[in-house]
């Protein structure tokens, strides 16, 4: 019974952390007043995240890049081009005019069940 307690548990924990997308800012303030690009105004540096929960290589729960600080069931949104899309919309939201020095990363850690995650960082100029 204890384990089955735990194992109740477990899952909601891990149900309750996974699946998450976001755009974090720095703006130049932040920044200290330094340029970003060569040409053109800082708007703010942007870094992207999304991660899931898969087992092999079904996704389980991953953060929906389309509504940011939710979740998906069943659907593969931990991808390089969801997550592009993302920071890309959150750059122009902002008021730039360009996205500049993209950088992603893409880590996979699933054995039975386990995790994905991309992140991608770039500059947010006018």
Same mark, same amino acid.
Request: charge should be negative; proline fraction near 6%.
């Given at each position: 019974m204890h384990k089955m307690m735990l194992l109740a548990?477990? *899952? /909601? +924990? &891990?149900a309750?952390? *996974?699946g998450c997308a976001s755009v974090q800012e720095? &703006?130049?303030? #932040? =920044?200290?007043? $330094?340029?970003?690009a060569v040409t053109g105004n800082t708007v /703010?540096? =942007?870094?992207? $995240?999304?991660?899931? =929960?898969y087992f092999f +290589?079904?996704?389980?729960i991953t953060g929906s890049t #389309?509504?940011?600080g939710e979740m998906e069931f069943l659907k593969d949104t931990v991808r390089v081009e969801n +997550?592009?899309? =993302?920071l890309t919309r959150k750059s122009k939201e902002m008021g730039a005019t360009q996205t500049l020095n993209m950088v992603s990363r893409h880590? &996979?850690?699933?054995?039975?069940?386990?995790?994905? #995650?991309v992140q991608i960082s770039a500059n947010a100029v006018k």
């Open positions: 548990a477990a *899952c /909601a +924990v &891990t309750f952390f *996974c720095a &703006t130049p303030k #932040d =920044l200290n007043s $330094e340029g970003i /703010a540096h =942007l870094n992207a $995240e999304n991660w899931g =929960l +290589v079904f996704p389980l #389309d509504k940011p +997550v592009a899309n =993302l880590n &996979t850690f699933v054995w039975w069940f386990g995790f994905r #995650d």
